[in-house]
T-cell receptor
Framework: AQTVTQSQPEMSVQEAETVTLSCTYD???????LFWYKQPPSRQMILVIR??????QNATENRFSVNFQKAAKSFSLKISDSQLGDAAMYFC????????????FGEGTQLTVNP | DSGVTQTPKHLITATGQRVTLRCSPR?????VYWYQQSLDQGLQFLIQ???????AKGNILERFSAQQFPDLHSELNLSSLELGDSALYFC?????????????FGPGTRLTVT
């Protein structure tokens, strides 16, 4: 079974600074997808960014980018120019490409953005 | 707004009771997923339906059951409720049932068991 681990329960960053959230995962599969979801106080789950394991290029979405290290099974999220609206719980998630489409989530990292 | 709707938003009930949570997927989506978010267990997958048929099962208790109706809406039934069932229950939908397709989450139903 796949597992996802987020070792940072809480992180904080100053507004306009950069922060990196860590995620590691364990799988024996070679084809899969990785995601970062944001959950603001409203509790809505919002997809931030997605990475296909077969792609070597790291995904980028505006101020959000990932560092995907397949051999190390590491998938970190970098938020640049942090904004107050980025404050939320961030979840790393794994989805197999071959054996079902369920999402397996990490424990989450609570991000605080200080003005 | 993801286009996925869930009712009710909040539900407060007593131990031993039974409740039904409802989910309407995005227009055109055939697959529905249920997830539970609790303080103890985090976010975990419960069950998936695709076009009316059960597709995958996760950590769903025997006291819980789900179904997807011909109009594609889905219901999650929770019975003999315990305090530990208090959680946020999410429904997500996708176009198809495979992993290629994005899952869009509803706003969730907050269940409180007293």
């Amino acid at each position: 079974a796949q597992t996802v681990t987020q070792s940072q329960p809480e992180m904080s960053v100053q507004e306009a600074e950069t922060v990196t959230l860590s995620c590691t995962y364990d799988t024996s599969e070679s084809d899969y997808y990785l995601f970062w979801y944001k959950q603001p106080p409203s509790r809505q789950m919002i997809l931030v960014i997605r990475q296909e394991a077969y792609k070597q290029q790291n995904a980028t979405e505006n101020r959000f980018s990932v560092n995907f290290q397949k051999a190390a099974k590491s998938f970190s999220l970098k938020i640049s120019d942090s904004q107050l609206g980025d404050a939320a719980m961030y979840f790393c998630a794994y989805r197999s490409a071959l054996s079902g489409s369920r999402l397996t989530f990490g424990e989450g990292t609570q991000l605080t953005v200080n003005p | 707004d993801s286009g996925v709707t869930q009712t009710p938003k909040h539900l407060i009930t007593a131990t031993g009771q039974r409740v039904t949570l409802r989910c309407s997927p995005r227009s055109g989506d055939l697959s529905v997923y249920w997830y539970q978010q609790s303080l103890d267990q985090g976010l975990q997958f419960l069950i998936q339906y695709y076009n009316g048929e059960e597709r995958a099962k996760g950590n769903i208790l025997e006291r819980f059951s789900a179904q997807q109706f011909p109009d594609l809406h889905s219901e999650l039934n929770l019975s003999s409720l315990e305090l530990g069932d208090s959680a946020l229950y999410f429904c997500a939908s996708s176009v198809e049932g495979g992993s290629l397709y994005e899952q869009y989450f509803g706003p969730g139903t907050r269940l409180t068991v007293t």
